[in-house]
């Protein structure tokens, strides 16, 4: 097949998987809108994103303040897609996980998932999708603490979060600690804006002045 590797890719170790729980739709966005906003306040930005990335954010922002859930999905999912394109710098880990998701070309039977049940597929989707809010939420608040906002009190549930994904899974417990830091950073990281568009150049003058 072209484009595809030349080997099966390594697959995953086992890990313990938790049985997927339920989420409010309030939630399930929250968890994706909260770390966007570090990310786009993130120093490779030079303090001012581009607006192809601002206006998708803020029209999530504008749809959770208004309990629209379902079109701040979309605008999510928006962000996430402009977000992996090629022209911006390079987007660090973790905050690449916001990125829409561009698996490499392979034969079916070479996904590690291949062949496994629909809820053991779902289990381990949870699991990488905790993985990820632990990443996020670890490096948001190391994030906000080295750049004026004081979240390091938070810190603590974060590793209580960590404890607990480890010994018992992705449970209501785990995501009571994660979704605490979410809150926090929506309450008290600003929220990033994009740079000013130029102003047009003033219409130029002629030196030339006519003599009576």
């Known amino acids: 097949m072209p484009g595809a590797p030349n080997r099966p ?3 995953d170790p086992e890990i ?4 997927p729980i339920p ?7 929250l968890r994706r809108l909260a770390p ?28 959770y303040e208004a ?22 710098p390079t987007i660090p880990e973790p905050f690449r996980r916001l990125r829409v998701p561009i698996p490499a070309p392979m034969p079916p039977h070479w996904d590690p998932e291949h062949g496994l049940a629909a809820d053991e597929k779902e289990a381990r989707r949870a699991r990488r999708n905790a993985d990820d809010q632990l990443a996020l939420a670890r490096e948001c608040v190391a ?12 810190a603590p549930r974060v590793e ?22 979410w809150l926090a ?3 008290q990281v600003t929220r990033p804006t994009s740079r000013p568009a130029p102003r047009a150049a003033p219409a130029a003058v002629s030196e030339e002045i006519s003599e009576a």
């Open 16 to 19: 313990p998987s938790t049985p």
């Open 185 to 187: 950073v929506r309450e």
């Open 9 to 11: 890719p390594p697959k």
């Open 67 to 88: 309990g629209d859930y379902a079109t701040t999905l979309q605008a999510l999912d928006q962000l996430s897609v402009r977000l992996h394109e090629p022209r911006w």
């Open 160 to 181: 209580e979060a960590a404890t607990l994904l480890a010994t018992e899974g992705a449970g209501v417990a785990f995501y009571e600690r994660i979704d605490a830091v």
């Open 143 to 154: 994030w906000a603490t080295a750049h004026g906002t004081d979240l390091s009190s938070l």
């Open 36 to 63: 966007s906003r570090v990310a786009l306040r993130l120093d490779l930005w030079k303090g001012s994103p581009n607006p192809d990335l601002i206006t998708p954010f803020d029209r999530a922002e504008t749809a």
């Open 23 to 29: 989420v409010t739709p309030e939630r399930q966005v």
